[in-house]
């Protein structure tokens, strides 16, 4: 069975369960304005798809608010600190966390966040991205104390934050053969495992991650074949803050009376 007619199935079984799928998009690591950045907002005005901006606080510049403050699809956001990782050589990269003092980690938080809210103002989303999407469970408990709402980070994880998360799930990049864009095949596929993953957990939304500064030739290609899939489909794209703001409601909800 081809990838393409088992996604029609899998998106019948949906409409049986009267779920509809939704999806949104993230892209990590600006700082500045560049072609590539060019490009990625060219496909989200095509798509009319909001995006949430990961941004890195120690090396964003005024340029890049200038930029982005035309852009109403976009939401800057706090993309952990500098993008440095603290761990020894032979460990998983992470910035937030490891041996370094949590206190430290959230006074760094605190700086970055309060670094981009001068520059965009209140267009800044309360989520924070980590970088590398990892944070020890012990800096994840507090991010409250740092002025953060909400936690993005990849997959299906929990980070261990009560606040709530909002994930990506399909990263076009090939990290581990040499940082290429992912095949379209791929992408499909992936989507498709994504989709039943979503399903079984009552049609949660399925985010999409990007790389702007990194993309090669076909991992544009793919972006915009997921996207041109996703909207020829009449599915919605939608603001991530806009996710965090029903799992508040939820988790309302779900308190005692």
């Known amino acids: 069975m081809s990838v393409t007619h088992a996604l029609e199935l899998e998106l019948a079984r949906w409409r049986e369960l009267g779920l509809t799928p ?3 998009l993230r892209d990590d690591d600006a700082t500045r304005p560049t072609p590539a950045l060019d490009r990625l907002l060219g496909l989200v005005r095509r798509y009319e798809a909001p995006l949430l901006l990961a941004v890195i606080p120690a090396e964003a510049i005024e340029a890049l608010a200038d930029l982005t403050r035309h852009e ?5 956001a706090v993309h952990g600190y500098a993008h440095r990782s603290h761990m020894p050589d032979e460990a998983p990269a992470m910035e937030l966390g490891g041996e370094r003092p949590v206190d430290a980690v959230l006074g760094e938080l605190r700086a970055g966040r ?3 809210q001068h520059l965009f103002g209140e267009r800044l989303s309360g989520i924070l991205v980590p970088p590398w999407n990892r944070l020890s469970r012990e800096v994840a408990a507090r991010l409250h104390e740092a002025g953060f709402t909400a936690l993005s980070t990849n997959s299906w994880h929990e980070d261990g934050s009560s606040l709530p998360q909002v994930n990506t799930q399909i990263d076009i990049i090939d990290w581990a053969n040499g940082r290429r864009g992912q095949t ?4 499909m596929g992936e989507l498709l495992r994504r989709l039943e993953q979503a399903r079984e957990r009552g049609g949660a939304p399925l985010g999409i991650l990007s790389h702007h500064l990194v993309h090669d030739e076909r991992a544009w290609t793919t972006l915009e074949a997921l996207h041109r899939y996703i909207k020829e489909r009449d599915f919605v794209f939608e603001r991530a803050d806009s996710l965090v703001e029903e799992a508040l409601k939820r988790q309302v909800k779900r308190l005692p009376v």
């Open 72 to 76: 109403p699809l976009v939401t800057p």
């Open 114 to 116: 309060a670094r981009l």
């Open 184 to 187: 379209i095949e791929w992408a």
């Open 22 to 24: 939704r999806f949104w």
